[in-house]
């Protein structure tokens, strides 16, 4: 009897000593899944969200014309045009191509059809395939006149293919594409 107390004894604390270790070792991952692996993962969990509810029909709601906060319809997303001028001005000709000398001359631009109040974000993809928004929040003209993006600014761009995206803010749905080129 006494040493089937022992034993009890011992597998008592051996057991509180085990769990304490998967205790910890559940505190360790959940941390390293937290700090290092969270962003990836919450980014992967809402892009999963977003289409599920595209695949079901819910989230999807009209825009309302002059409203910059209404929802977006997925069925009858507007199309925005996006385009970039060699001066400050929208209705000179339009280009796709320019050297890399004539980056601060460039002009970038975006334009809703008529009725149409909603705010954008412009995403600019590089020639490595490296992503950044370009600029602040736009938002379009409800005229359907362009709106002005800016310019390049103090960053001089390398030369490559390049392609800008409008996007609706806080959908991150692409509804205008410019793909361009910039030469030696």
């Known amino acids: 009897m006494k040493n089937a107390f022992k034993f009890g004894i011992k597998a008592y604390f051996g057991g509180c000593i085990g769990c304490f270790g998967a205790l910890s070792f559940i505190l360790l991952l959940i941390l390293i899944i937290t700090f290092i692996l969270g962003p990836s993962i919450l980014n992967g969990i809402s892009s999963f969200g977003q289409s599920l509810s595209g695949i079901f029909g819910q989230g999807t709601f009209l825009p309302n014309a002059g409203d910059s906060n209404s929802p977006v319809d997925m069925e009858n997303l507007p199309i925005f045009e996006v385009f970039l ?7 000179s000709e339009h280009v796709e191509s320019f050297q890399s000398d004539d980056y601060k001359q460039i002009w970038f631009w975006v334009r809703a059809p008529e009725g149409i109040a909603m705010d954008f974000t412009i995403l600019l993809t590089m020639p490595d395939q490296s992503q950044v928004q370009f600029g602040p929040t736009f938002q379009t003209d409800p005229t359907g006149s362009p709106v002005s993006c800016g310019q390049f600014g ?3 761009p390398q030369p490559g293919k390049y392609k800008l ?4 803010t806080n959908e991150n749905i692409t509804v205008g594409v410019l793909e361009f080129e910039i030469t030696d």
């Open 85 to 91: 001028t060699q001066e400050n001005n929208p209705d």
């Open 165 to 168: 995206e409008a996007q609706i």
């Open 154 to 156: 103090d960053w001089v």
